[in-house]
């Protein structure tokens, strides 16, 4: 082994970089199933209520827990819940909002606090579907909550100044 003669803890990171440790292992796992139920049920999912029963079904050592109904990534757990047809509505309802808050960031003329809303959820929007896609973070409450909050303050209609 390359990292023999290195200190206890700077071996185990460096070995890290050629054997893929035991969560990466798991969250691989997770997708492979994940892609297995999709390709059993491409266009209308299973229904997202019902994925704790469908994996075990394929799975019989998914433990009953909250994280066994969904995957390692959001979309793969909407895509496997709601179809590719569920998947594709749900991005476009992202899309759109993120090409209005892309515009309302750009619009020179507009009012500053709605560019500050809009350059917020853009830096939010990268940052969370770069994260969603290794955990279900596009699914937690408590993130939505902001999110969709700072959208409906994207979307409301600037008073009129007399």
Known sequence: MPFENLPGRLQERLTGIVNIDVTA????????????????????GVGYNHLYWVK???DPLVVPSHAAAGFDSSLLTIAVGTGTIGLILFLIIYCLVFRRALQTYKDKAGLPYRQGVALALLAIFVALFLHSQFVNSLLYPQLLIVFWYLVGLLYLAPKKVK
Do not use: E, F, T, V
């Open 56 to 58: 075990h079904d394929y």
């Open 25 to 44: 292992q798991a969250r691989i796992a997770s997708w492979q199933l994940g892609g297995k139920i999709l390709d059993d049920n491409p266009w209308l």
